[in-house]
Nanobody
Framework: QVQLVESGGGLVQPGGSLRLSCAAS????????IGWFRQAPGKEREGVSC????????YYADSVKGRFTISRDNAKNTVYLQMNSLKPEDTAVYYC??????????????????WGQGTQVTVSS
């Protein structure tokens, strides 16, 4: 019954923007830290951004700082990833996942309990 569903991916030109959504069902996202991860073909899955459930603190990978913004809408039980100034190297399948940590860490993928199926983001001209 616990489910995370990502949406909002697609094809965008370099410099463009997308907003990814992570909608939760079967539980309330308010009480969880949420991380966004991405995986490009042939590469390891890497952390992009996360937001804590305790204090709402946000964290970003160096590669996306200043371009991506993570946020949550508790009324909609949804976490968002606003992606601006997209680059071809941002191309990947993007996943959201839950963590029970008070201080979520992007480096520790095993910390995350539930994962969505991902949404494809392609940045290309």
């Amino acid at each position: 019954q616990v489910q995370l569903v990502e949406s909002g991916g697609g094809l965008v030109q370099p410099g463009g923007s997308l907003r990814l959504s992570c909608a939760a069902s079967g539980f309330t996202l308010d009480y969880y830290a949420i991380g966004w991860f991405r995986q490009a073909p042939g590469k390891e899955r890497e952390g992009v951004s996360c937001i804590s459930g305790s204090d709402g603190n946000t964290y970003y990978a160096d590669s996306v700082k200043g371009r991506f913004t993570i946020s949550r809408d508790n009324a909609k039980n949804t976490v968002y990833l606003q992606m601006n100034s997209l680059k071809p190297e941002d191309t990947a399948v993007y996943y959201c996942a839950t963590s029970q940590s008070l201080r979520p860490k992007l480096e520790l993928l095993d910390e995350y309990d539930y994962w969505g199926q991902g949404t494809q983001v392609t940045v290309s001209s």
